[in-house]
Nanobody
Framework: QSQLVESGGGLVQPGGSLRLSCAVS????????IGWFRQGPGKEREGVSC????????NYADSVKGRFTIYRDDVEDAVHLQMTNLKPEDTAVYYC??????????????????WGQGTQVTVSS
C-alpha cells in the first residue's frame, strides 16, 4: 500500500526556518514527481512547490519564491521543503503528494494521485 508521510512541522517565529520532509513507502520515490501543498485556516488548499523525477526541475508558487527550496535527498530517501524567512501567512497544514506524470511538474491538485496526512506549520511570535 502506497503511503506518504510528512514530518518537520512545528511552531516557529517570523523570520525563522523549518525543513519539511516527505517520506514514502510502498513505491519508489524516484519514479514520481512530488508536490507540496498547504491549507491555511479558512483557506482553500494551494500548491506551494513541486519537483520532477530526475533530471529534476522545480516549480514554486510566487508567494514562496526565493524563500522555499524543494529538493530530493538520496541519503534519507525523501523530498524536503526547506522554508526560510517564514511569515505568519505561511501558517498552514502542509501536505506532500505524489504524481506518476512525467514532464514538467505542476502544483495542480488533480495531477497528484497519493497524498500524505499533513504536518502543521505555525508561524507566530
Amino acid at each position: 500500500q502506497s503511503q506518504l508521510v510528512e514530518s518537520g512541522g512545528g511552531l516557529v517565529q517570523p523570520g525563522g526556518s523549518l525543513r519539511l520532509s516527505c517520506a514514502v513507502s510502498g513505491f519508489n520515490l524516484d519514479h514520481y514527481a512530488i508536490g507540496w501543498f498547504r491549507q491555511g485556516p479558512g483557506k482553500e488548499r494551494e500548491g506551494v512547490s513541486c519537483i520532477t523525477r530526475r533530471p529534476t526541475t522545480t516549480n514554486y508558487a510566487d508567494s514562496v519564491k526565493g524563500r522555499f527550496t524543494i529538493y530530493r535527498d538520496d541519503v534519507e530517501d525523501a523530498v524536503h521543503l526547506q522554508m526560510t524567512n517564514l511569515k505568519p501567512e505561511d501558517t498552514a497544514v502542509y501536505y506532500c503528494a505524489a504524481s506518476i506524470r512525467s514532464g514538467p511538474c505542476s502544483t495542480t491538485e488533480w495531477h497528484y494521485d497519493d497524498w500524505g496526512q499533513g504536518t502543521q506549520v505555525t508561524v507566530s511570535s
